[in-house]
């Protein structure tokens, strides 16, 4: 259980972040501030600040669990999501940023029409709450609720939805960025820390870790019949998987549309890419050493709060767990300013395009403090599924593939319409739909990686099909205006990125 030097180590953060709140928010932000910041962010807040988002408590628990259970093969979400950072920012970020796009759905209804455009905001609304929102909230309130006494999980996910919910609804996009960029630093400080101290169990010897742990536990690549992560949906899945989480999701994507210009967009990614080589180290292997450490625990997502209790001197638990905090607010915070930017710029200004910004920003933070209710009711019930990594990954893999194909033709095919894209993201919905109706009746169904390469696959065809039968006598299709390339400078550094990933993989195939 925590002690009093650590709880008073929690409480300085807290009052960190609520001073650091308040500043950003001292003038009340209009609609552009408000979901954008003003599109004035810099490459370093925009780096951190997408690195904070991502590594949530969802990761801090699912990473290392994963790892504890199969090996460090979970990392793969890891690099392949460094590599496809640094391919939206050569390809993707120019029409981003050169178009000023409010929300990513925006892009297809210039290329298709607002019936995309809805599908693509209604979804990801759904899967901002559900999973990035509620997943983040279960996390954190698993483990306040294990180490803190006297607190259940429903009051720990209530009482960090609130924290979280009335920052970023006060300080809007700018409060979320920078106190993202202190909780990177709380997060990135406990975990280098955390891990420094689990390797010491092993002398700091890495030949003397190998030797404990079953070779295969140290391999990212796995064969075909793995039942975690086979080669395959490494290959073809999740990529897909990445594309949509880094690029589509507005959750992730909004600190890359507040960007002050393209060079700070694509810097701004290229730093978050570059974060991502860490998880590997910092959270994976804590995990897979934890599994030599302190074997037979019946839950594998308590791994992390064990090796804090296990390890972590007096005042070092209370940093782990700040960072846990920091992780999970950096999750939330994201998840409730990009819901409400997708529910007033796509779905109520249509409507009513003459709303004035004061009113905007009324709406957008009355719509936070309700999305904030709606995620912490939810959160407490993901305990009633098998695992909290395999709740997140599952449900993307049978969601997203298909927004991901639609958002490919519409970037790269100018020939299909609106009509034909839309009749093929429903056809790889159905799909998904019997395909998960399946699973969970327990046929013999693909690896869920292999799945989300198949129903990208599918949608992609579907799509094709469906332009090439509506004959000659079809609405022309929209082209998207080229946005040209990135800069050279931003181009030599993915490529320096992408080189590093590769030896990464390559050390530890």
């Known amino acids: 259980m925590l002690q009093t030097p650590d709880l008073v180590v929690i409480a300085i953060y807290l009052l960190v972040t609520i001073v650091l709140c308040v500043w950003a928010s001292r003038a009340a932000p209009d609609a552009d501030e408000l979901f954008l910041a003003g599109r004035s962010l810099g490459p370093l807040a925009i780096g951190l600040s997408l690195f904070a988002s991502n590594i949530s408590s969802t990761t801090l628990i699912g990473l290392p669990g994963a790892a504890y259970a199969h090996g460090i093969s979970v990392a793969n979400y890891e690099w392949v999501a ?69 607190v259940t999980l429903g009051a720990a996910c209530a009482g960090l939805a609130l924290f979280a919910g009335l920052y970023t609804a006060a300080g809007g996009l700018r409060a979320v960025v920078y106190t993202d960029m202190l909780q990177t630093v709380v997060l990135l400080t406990g975990a280098v820390v955390m891990s420094t101290i689990v390797f010491g169990q092993f002398d700091h010897d890495w030949g003397r870790l190998v030797a404990a742990v079953e070779p295969e536990r140290l391999s990212l690549l796995r064969p075909m019949d793995d039942p975690v992560l086979p080669w395959l949906g490494t290959l073809i899945g999740l990529p897909v998987l990445s594309f949509y989480y880094w690029t589509m999701n507005q959750y992730v994507a909004q600190r890359l549309l507040g960007a002050r210009d393209l060079r700070a967009a694509g810097q701004g990614a290229l730093i978050a890419a570059a974060l991502k080589l860490l998880p590997l180290f910092l959270m994976v292997m804590p995990g897979v050493m934890a599994a030599v450490l302190l074997p037979g625990l019946d839950q594998p997502d308590t791994v992390f709060v064990e090796l ?55 709406l957008g933070r009355a719509s936070t403090l309700g999305f904030m209710l709606l995620a912490a009711l939810w959160a407490p019930q993901i305990a009633h599924f098998p695992g909290l990594f395999a709740y997140l990954q599952q449900a993307f893999s049978y969601v997203v593939p298909p927004l991901v194909a639609v958002f490919a033709l519409a970037m ?95 050390l530890f195939r």
Do not use: K
Request: aromatic share 6%.
């Open 308 to 362: 804090i209790l296990h390890y972590a001197p007096v005042g070092l638990a209370g940093l782990m767990v700040a960072g846990l905090i920091a992780a999970m607010m950096s999750s939330v915070d994201s998840a409730l300013n990009s819901a409400s930017t997708l529910l007033i710029c796509d779905f109520v200004l249509p409507r009513r395009p003459g709303l004035s910004a004061r009113h905007q920003a009324r």
């Open 412 to 506: 790269t095919n100018n020939r299909v319409g609106a009509s034909a894209a839309l009749r093929g993201l429903l056809t790889g919905h159905a799909i998904s739909a019997a395909m998960l109706a399946a699973s969970v009746a327990g046929w013999a169904v693909p690896h869920f990686t292999i799945v989300a390469g198949l129903l990208f696959a599918t949608t992609l065809l579907a799509a094709l099909v469906w332009q090439a039968s509506a004959g000659i006598g079809a609405a022309p299709a929209r082209a998207l205006p080229d946005a040209g390339p990135a800069p050279r400078s931003l181009q030599a550094g993915a490529a320096l990125i992408a080189f590093a990933v590769l030896i990464v993989v390559w």
């Open 82 to 150: 460094a590599l496809v950072l640094v391919f939206s920012a050569v390809f993707v970020l120019p029409t981003f940023i050169r178009g000023r796009l409010t929300t990513v759905p925006e892009l297809l209804e210039r290329r298709f029409d607002a019936r995309l455009r809805r599908y693509l905001s209604g979804t990801s609304l759904f899967l901002s709450l559900a999973l990035d929102t509620a997943g983040s909230l279960y996390a954190g309130g698993l483990i306040l609720s294990q180490m803190v006494p006297g």
